[in-house]
């Protein structure tokens, strides 16, 4: 499967993601190196400290949208995750971990 395939995909949900996170731009969230991100950047802290973000459990993320996501680039990579998991789209994610 070409790359930039797995992107396109993402498109679906950028109506979805626009509502969850008006101010920001959903074209900058859906770009590939935020994806790439979600694959390789791994949790700083908690109960799954050390695991890659896209394999964060949803119920997890879910808690911290309920608490507030931590501030700055990795609370909109956690917040951009939980999107992705909500819309089933985080199977396409996971490929990139290999990359």
């Given at each position: 499967?070409?790359?930039?395939?797995?992107?396109?995909?993402?498109?679906?949900?950028?109506?979805?993601?626009?509502?969850?996170f008006p101010v920001q731009s959903v074209h900058?969230?859906?770009?590939?190196?935020?994806?790439?991100?979600?694959?390789?950047?791994?949790?700083?802290?908690?109960?799954?400290?050390?695991?890659?973000?896209?394999?964060?459990?949803?119920?997890?993320?879910?808690?911290?949208?309920?608490?507030?996501?931590?501030?700055?680039?990795?609370?909109?990579?956690?917040?951009?995750?939980?999107?992705?998991?909500?819309?089933?789209?985080?199977?396409?994610?996971?490929?990139?971990?290999?990359?």
């Amino acid at each position: 499967m070409p790359f930039c395939w797995l992107f396109s995909d993402l498109e679906s949900v950028w109506v979805y993601t626009a509502f969850l996170f008006p101010v920001q731009s959903v074209h900058t969230m859906l770009e590939k190196e935020n994806m790439l991100k979600l694959a390789r950047v791994k949790m700083p802290f908690g109960k799954y400290s050390g695991r890659v973000l896209i394999d964060l459990p949803e119920e997890y993320l879910l808690w911290f949208e309920r608490q507030g996501f931590p501030n700055g680039e990795l609370g909109k990579l956690m917040a951009l995750c939980l999107t992705l998991k909500i819309e089933g789209l985080d199977e396409i994610v996971r490929p990139l971990k290999n990359m």
